[in-house]
């Protein structure tokens, strides 16, 4: 029989012993962030419009559509979203004309918790909508008909746990456009630029 002294001695060694024993179960990691930026080649400033060289101003924009986007570790996917309280996929459109500070913008298209782990493949959605030129009617713009929507790019990235892994994209956005008869194609001339880790 136990004494009624060293009861709450061994009520808590037992409940030492107890927190103190391994269950087997790791910690669940904490996400990193992807973020996606994307610029416009700062050399692709003119386009020939009938027979003129014309030359981008402030007053220019070609919308370019940006949707479903993916990061991929082998088969394995993770959806990433506009910013990290987002929870739904959206369709955004960017002026990727745009300027700031004297050239293109960079836009920040994606800004998504993710698991942490080593990747192999962004993908994501991109089409063009209206090209905006001074004096000159809007033009539609659309895709060749035999290109998907979606463009995968080979890229192998590590995301880190609290940490934020930058993957920069860069378009030549009036080298994309091509003319057949009345159509005006966006042939979405794309590249990773570089990544980055902060």
Known sequence: MIRQRSYPLLCALLAASVLACNTGVEESPQPGIVRVTLQANPADTTI????DT???TDQDSIDVKIFQGKVFSGVKFATIFRTITSYRSEDMI???LAREAGT???HVLYE????PTNYTKLQ???TA???KFRDVAPIPLQLRPNDPP???FDVEFQVSENRVTEIMLQIDPLRSLSRYRDLYYFERKMRVLGVRQF
């Not at 998504?112 to 698991?115: D, K, T």
Request: proline residues 4%; without cysteine.
């Open 124 to 126: 994501l959605g991109v």
């Open 129 to 131: 909508t209206l090209l």
């Open 104 to 106: 293109y913008k960079t």
């Open 150 to 152: 979606l463009l995968d």
């Open 94 to 96: 960017y002026n990727v």
């Open 54 to 56: 014309v030359r981008v």
């Open 112 to 115: 998504s918790y993710v698991p």
């Open 48 to 51: 020939i419009i009938l027979t």
